[in-house]
């Protein structure tokens, strides 16, 4: 063999061990990425992971026509995630008022929701001063307090309670001090016909 084609051998040679190094090292870090790697979890599983969103539809409840009983009307309020954000769409629907000719509003249409808590399954429903602009009388008062209670409980799960708070604060009626119904506790059911004072304390 002449030295030209013996050098020729060596270069080859060299090149190999060089390329077959070079692929062992590509081959060693995509190994050891994968490691770090989570291994993606199968489509069923994401689709388990992903936060459930709640119906679109709800049943908001308003005053028929004479205001002697709640009357639910179907509303699309657009699919939720999460409670406090139901809270909210249901109550500013009932603050929107009935699209039905036959029902009647329970609440002033300017009042404005300003926040939404939720505590051991009692939804705390703070409004600003505007829930109080409307001289309700204790009819009205109940049916206010009532559709509240009712809207809430009945399309949000495991809220079985409502607190009504003006500007952060709770009133004894929700009128303030003028008004009929006590309202300055948490309501668990629907109110029946209990004016405040009660008879008791007037006498007093």
Do not use: C
């Not at 399954?121 to 602009?133: C, H, I, M, P, T």
């Not at 799960?157 to 001090?177: F, K, S």
Request: hydrophobic share 40%; proline share 6%.
């Amino acid at each position: 063999m002449t030295p030209s084609g013996s050098k020729r051998i060596w270069k080859f040679a060299v090149a190999a061990a060089a390329f077959a190094a070079v692929a062992a090292l590509v081959w060693g870090a995509l190994t050891y990425r994968s490691t770090l790697r989570k291994p993606s979890a199968p489509e069923e599983e994401v689709r388990e992971e992903m936060p459930s969103r709640a119906p679109a539809e709800a049943d908001i409840f308003f005053a028929d026509a004479e205001y002697t009983k709640l009357v639910p009307e179907r509303r699309d309020i657009g699919a939720t995630e999460g409670a406090e954000e139901r809270v909210r769409r249901v109550v500013t629907a009932l603050v929107a008022g009935p699209r039905k000719p036959n029902l009647s509003p329970t609440l002033p249409a300017d009042a404005q929701l300003k926040s939404v808590f939720l505590r051991d399954g009692v939804a705390l429903l703070n409004f600003d001063e505007r829930l109080q602009s409307k001289r309700f009388g204790s009819t009205g008062e109940l049916f206010a307090l009532n559709s509240l209670y009712r809207t809430v409980t009945a399309n949000v799960d495991g809220v079985d309670g409502v607190v009504i708070l003006i500007n952060g604060r709770a009133h004894r009626t929700l009128a303030g001090e003028g008004g009929h119904v006590a309202a300055g506790f948490p309501i668990y059911g629907e109110l029946g016909r209990y004016v405040y004072p009660a008879p008791e304390e007037r006498r007093k």
